[in-house]
């Protein structure tokens, strides 16, 4: 079985400071892993995904993601935020089969841009 | 209309009611995702169609129950709910059989059960 931690539920932060939120994950089979975010009353965004390949992932909005395969772990990380990066996020891994892609959710992480 | 669109965005609805949500996504995908969003818990995911059969149901309640009449079309058939099935119901389409795939969202129905 496969689950998702996410280690702090909020995370305030100034504007323009770096920002680094954490995901650990367990899974048993092959890893693909993702970074949603969720503006409020939308649905969810995909920000950057690690299949495989490079340990570092870049995605949309300046964000970046480094699988730690050792560590189980796969940190969101920003060097400068701005005030519209204020929304949830949440990790996700994959486990896909044929039959789709099915996504196990951590509990998500409040990121509060502070001016 | 491009992406995944959902209908209603806001549903309030009776105990006693019959209600359904709709998905619709126009991005030739082969399957599709119900998952609920309560407060203070993590996604969950619900059912799961591929090629219009449900090849995943998470020990759903039956007052819940989805129908997929095509590829491009979801619904979640809603009766008798309690209070604690108050959530916001996202829905998602990802393509089935390529793994390098992420699963793309619509904006969800917020729904309220009085």
């Known amino acids: 079985a496969q689950s998702v931690t996410q280690l702090d539920s909020q995370v305030p932060v100034f504007e323009e400071a770096p920002v680094e939120l954490r995901c650990n994950y367990s899974s048993s089979v092959s890893v693909y892993l993702f970074w949603y975010v969720q503006y409020p009353n939308q649905g969810l965004q995909l920000l950057l995904k690690y299949l495989s390949g490079s340990t570092l992932v870049k995605g949309i909005n300046g964000f970046e993601a480094e699988f730690n395969k050792s560590q189980t772990s796969f940190h969101l990380r920003k060097p400068s935020v701005h005030i519209s990066d204020t929304a949830e996020y949440f990790c996700?891994?994959?486990?896909?089969?044929?039959?789709?892609?099915?996504?196990?959710f951590g509990g998500g992480t409040r990121l509060m841009v502070k001016p | 209309e491009t992406g995944v669109t959902q209908t209603p965005r806001h549903l309030v609805m009776g105990m006693t009611n019959k209600k359904s949500l709709k998905c619709e996504q126009h991005l030739g995908h082969n399957a599709m995702y119900w998952y609920k969003q309560s407060a203070k818990k993590p996604l969950e995911l619900m059912f799961v169609?591929?090629?219009?059969?449900?090849?995943e149901n998470n020990s759903v309640p039956s007052r819940f129950s989805p129908e997929c009449p095509n590829s491009s079309h979801l619904f979640l058939h809603l009766h008798t709910l309690q209070p604690e099935d108050s959530a916001l119901y996202l829905c998602a389409s990802s393509q089935g059989d390529s793994y390098n795939t992420e699963a793309f969202f619509g904006q969800g129905t917020r729904l309220t059960v009085v």
């Open positions: 996700a891994v994959s486990d896909w089969n044929n039959a789709g892609n099915m996504l196990t």
């Open positions: 169609y591929s090629l219009e059969e449900r090849v």
